[in-house]
């Protein structure tokens, strides 16, 4: 069993920048590959990065490539989101997912995949 616990949302103006932090507590962070989604009103939930067990390899929506980084530091069990020059269509609830995988280089887009999530973590962007 893994907790996730999301922060650092809230409100910023288009072209501003927020860093989101998930912090995990349960089993060996290591062992879990991560993964942030997000989920705007009306929409289905997104996919928007991921990043392997060991931080090496890592993966991103193409609405988000260039803007978002993700990283982890495992000695903190805690995996993070940087978001630079947002958009409104940025605005979303944010959740951190991890799953379990015997390679540490892999990662997964699919939502279907994760097993814990968190309760996400509201982003909002105004014009």
């Known amino acids: 069993q893994v907790e996730l616990v999301e922060s650092g949302g809230g409100l910023v103006q288009a072209g501003g920048s927020l860093r989101l932090s998930c912090a995990a507590s349960?089993?060996?962070?290591?062992?879990?590959?991560m993964g942030w989604f997000r989920q705007a009103p009306g929409k289905e939930r997104e996919f928007v990065a991921t990043i392997s067990r060991s931080g090496g390899i890592t993966y991103y929506a193409d609405s988000v490539k260039g803007r978002f980084t993700i990283s982890r530091d495992n000695a903190k069990n805690t995996v993070y989101l940087q978001m630079n020059s947002l958009k409104p269509e940025d605005t979303a609830v944010y959740y951190c997912?991890?799953?379990?995988?015997?390679?540490?280089?892999?990662?997964?887009?699919?939502?279907?995949?994760?097993?814990?999530w968190g309760q996400g973590t509201q982003v909002t962007v105004s014009s």
């Open positions: 349960g089993r060996t962070f290591s062992n879990y590959c």
């Open positions: 997912a991890a799953v379990i995988k015997a390679m540490s280089t892999v990662v997964t887009v699919n939502a279907y995949e994760y097993r814990y």
